[in-house]
């Protein structure tokens, strides 16, 4: 099952199908609207293989999806061990001390693996070639954190030449 209004959806069923299939595996692919997916992942209905796609923030830390008490735990994990390390990433204030809970996270994650991401998204920034000083972040900050720094190189025209210097004065 996939979330039949996303192009992108339909082309990995496609290709996870093409896949399996050379695995030996019969898969078929049913196209559904989200909240019918959602509707019977909630209910715990049989279903097979469900693809679906959601946002997270680059500072997301799982609570609410992989949580036993997470509202959007549709896969409905219960791990105490898995619970306790995400109730320490809330209330985990030193950003080195996070970071290393949250692979504490990801690593007990894997070690059940519910469910197995198969695509990651990542935000697109544009420039122009002549800004010098920009800097992408990585994170929720805004691109412009350092536009104080950023210089507009100036261009010259094509077929620019620099004048050449006269001796006579």
């Not at 093409?18 to 909630?42: D, W």
């Not at 500072?59 to 109730?87: C, F, I, M, T, Y």
């Not at 290393?100 to 420039?127: C, H, K």
């Amino acid at each position: 099952m996939f979330s039949a209004r996303s192009s992108a959806a339909q082309g990995l069923a496609a290709a996870l199908q093409q896949q399996l299939t050379s695995f030996g595996l019969k898969v078929g692919r049913i196209p559904l609207p989200r909240s019918v997916i959602f509707g019977r992942m909630k209910a715990k209905e049989p279903g097979g293989i469900i693809l679906y796609s959601y946002r997270m923030r680059p500072d997301w830390d799982g609570r609410s999806s992989l949580h036993s008490e997470g509202v959007q735990n549709v896969a409905g994990l219960k791990d105490k061990a898995l619970d306790e390390l995400l109730d320490e990433v809330e209330r985990e204030m030193n950003p080195v001390a996070w970071k290393r809970r949250m692979a504490d996270v990801r690593s007990t994650y894997r070690a059940q693996l519910p469910s197995i991401p198969l695509l990651l998204a990542r935000d697109v920034s544009v420039r122009r070639k002549d800004l010098k000083n920009w800097r992408p972040t990585g994170g929720l900050t805004p691109v412009t954190w350092n536009a104080e720094q950023w210089l507009l190189e100036k261009a010259q025209p094509r077929g620019y030449a620099e004048p050449a210097a006269s001796s006579a004065q």
